[in-house]
């Protein structure tokens, strides 16, 4: 179980990490209706190395990625959530509509993304290459999605 940092709080403990030689890994996401998909992502994202650093996006950058009406929970709720996970150790919002940002901030040593992107596609893999540190990807668990939760209720309706 994890802790909502800021950045700055991020940006000290990612420090210490380092010097203890501790493998960073980072993903990021909006984690909006947490569900099995989530924590099975998130979990193997943990396997990765020896701390997770999950960068989450505020509810404006959200709203700009997602459409209205998301996010459905709040950024405060979503990030004490997804914090309270066992495999996550660190989780920061962050307000632009991409991560590079805080990734350049966490300097992390593996930077994950859903088996949905390319790897090359994948925001701040340069950074994280050119530190020698590793992307990568994970395959989703199948019909496990915040889109198809909010489908289903609203079908129900």
């Known amino acids: 179980m994890g802790d909502v940092v800021s950045k700055e709080q991020l940006i000290a403990a990612c420090a210490r990490l380092r010097r203890e030689a501790k493998r960073i890994v980072f993903t990021n996401g909006c984690f909006d209706l947490l569900h099995l998909g989530h924590v099975d992502y998130l979990k193997k994202a943990k396997s990765l190395g020896d701390v997770l650093v999950v960068g989450l996006n ?20 979503r990030a004490a959530v997804v914090a309270a ?12 509509d991409t991560p590079l940002e805080l990734i350049r901030a966490v300097q992390p040593d ?14 701040g893999k340069d950074l994280v290459e050119a530190r020698g540190g590793t992307v990568t990807t994970i395959e989703f668990l199948p019909d496990r999605s ?12």
């Open 58 to 77: 505020d509810d404006a950058s959200v709203r700009r990625l997602k459409g209205s009406p998301r996010p459905i929970m709040p950024q405060a709720d």
């Open 85 to 96: 996970l066992a495999s996550v150790d660190y989780t920061c919002l962050f307000a632009e």
């Open 110 to 123: 593996v930077l994950v993304k859903g088996a949905d992107w390319a790897v090359d596609a994948v925001v």
């Open 146 to 157: 915040t889109t198809s939760i909010i489908a289903k209720i609203r079908e129900s309706h």
